[in-house]
């Protein structure tokens, strides 16, 4: 039998279990995937430990996925690119991290939009400048845009990240400041929410879309509720609209084939189950 993980603190709302249930069941795979709550002090052992437990890998969330990165011994370009590793496997001994945010929010985007959106899109906006902005803005690198403005509300972390992701990329990479968003509305057809604004409990993210591109698409990244304020906004507004709960969907993929060996797909059943739980 294959054992995984999802590795957190604290780790009992991560939905990654019912995720990966479904798919060894949809599979009819001999394996598992557990929930594992490890402290931070605690997190550098289990790391070394978790072969000799007979886990193949599994996931790192919340707080651990900087540790996980300084801790691997090798790393994919993508979690280098983002300085977060949350997706572990072994391979030929060695212990490998993996950021699969990357892969999971493009894959989604092109569910959702249909291969070759990007074509339309010469300026993307990304609101936040935290993990999630960092994932999403290495995706959106990797296609043929012209720029990419990040904003934040403290602006010196959207500085900090184009510092980091800027080496490498022909997609031009800018800071906007959060006062000027109005300048910056106009020009981008594609637009995404990284920020935890809009999540049930936070205030609503309130951008003035009436500016936008009429052919623009807008992205969230929140998925409680999966109908943003932004993203009614952006409906309402006549404008494409990406919700939150395929990138968590999508993420799981990679570290699913890698594990259990087969590649599996986000059906609508699987989204329909997850759904049923937030
Ligand atoms: P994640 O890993 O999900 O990206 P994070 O690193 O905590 O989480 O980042 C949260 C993001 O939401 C940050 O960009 C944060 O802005 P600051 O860097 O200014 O803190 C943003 N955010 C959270 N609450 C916010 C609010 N009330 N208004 C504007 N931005 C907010």
């Given at each position: 039998?294959?054992?995984?993980?999802?590795?957190?603190?604290?780790?009992?709302?991560?939905?990654?279990?019912?995720?990966?249930?479904?798919?060894?069941?949809?599979y009819?795979?001999?394996?598992?995937?557990?929930?594992?709550?490890?402290?931070?002090?605690?997190?550098?052992?289990?790391?070394?430990?978790?072969?000799?437990?007979?886990?193949?890998?599994?996931?790192?969330?919340?707080?651990?996925?900087e540790?996980?990165?300084?801790?691997?011994?090798?790393?994919?370009?993508?979690?280098?690119?983002?300085?977060a590793?949350?997706?572990?496997?072994?391979?030929?001994?060695?212990?490998?991290?993996?950021?699969?945010?990357?892969?999971?929010?493009?894959?989604?985007?092109?569910?959702?939009?249909?291969?070759?959106?990007?074509?339309?899109v010469?300026?993307?906006?990304?609101?936040?400048?935290?993990?999630?902005?960092?994932?999403?803005?290495?995706?959106?690198?990797e296609?043929?845009?012209?720029?990419?403005?990040?904003?934040?509300?403290?602006?010196?972390?959207?500085?900090?990240?184009?510092?980091?992701?800027?080496?490498?990329?022909?997609?031009?990479?800018?800071?906007?400041?959060?006062?000027?968003?109005?300048?910056?509305?106009?020009?981008?057809?594609?637009?995404?929410?990284?920020?935890?604004?809009?999540?049930?409990?936070?205030?609503?993210?309130?951008?003035?879309?009436?500016?936008?591109?009429?052919?623009?698409?807008?992205?969230?990244i929140?998925?409680?509720?999966?109908?943003?304020?932004?993203?009614?906004?952006?409906?309402?507004?006549g404008?494409?609209?990406?919700?939150?709960?395929?990138?968590?969907?999508?993420?799981?993929?990679?570290?699913?084939?890698?594990?259990?060996?087969?590649?599996?797909?986000?059906?609508?059943?699987?989204?329909?189950?997850?759904?049923?739980?937030?």
């Open positions: 039998m294959t054992k995984a993980f999802v590795v957190g603190h604290p780790i009992k709302h991560s939905r990654s279990p019912l995720i990966h249930g479904y798919w060894l069941k949809q009819g795979l001999d394996g598992s995937y557990e929930r594992i709550d490890v402290a931070p002090v605690d997190f550098g052992e289990f790391l070394k430990g978790f072969p000799s437990q007979g886990f193949a890998g599994g996931n790192v969330t919340l707080p651990h996925k540790a996980a990165f300084l801790g691997v011994e090798r790393r994919t370009s993508r979690a280098e690119r983002v300085g590793v949350n997706t572990l496997w072994i391979e030929d001994g060695v212990l490998w991290g993996d950021n699969t945010d990357v892969p999971g929010f493009m894959a989604h985007l092109d569910a959702t939009l249909r291969t070759g959106w990007e074509q339309d010469d300026t993307a906006l990304v609101l936040g400048a935290g993990g999630a902005a960092r994932a999403v803005v290495a995706g959106l690198q296609r043929p845009l012209k720029r990419i403005f990040v904003t934040n509300r403290t602006l010196s972390k959207a500085e900090d990240l184009v510092r980091d992701l800027r080496p490498g990329s022909s997609v031009a990479l800018e800071t906007s400041a959060w006062e000027d968003l109005g300048r910056v509305i106009p020009h981008a057809q594609f637009i995404v929410n990284t920020t935890s604004l809009g999540m049930a409990g936070q205030p609503p993210l309130d951008l003035d879309l009436s500016r936008a591109p009429g052919n623009a698409a807008v992205a969230d929140v998925y409680v509720p999966l109908e943003t304020p932004l993203l009614a906004a952006a409906a309402a507004r404008l494409r609209t990406v919700d939150g709960l395929g990138m968590l969907l999508h993420q799981a993929v990679p570290g699913f084939r890698r594990w259990f060996g087969v590649t599996p797909e986000v059906t609508p059943e699987l989204r329909a189950l997850i759904l049923a739980d937030i």
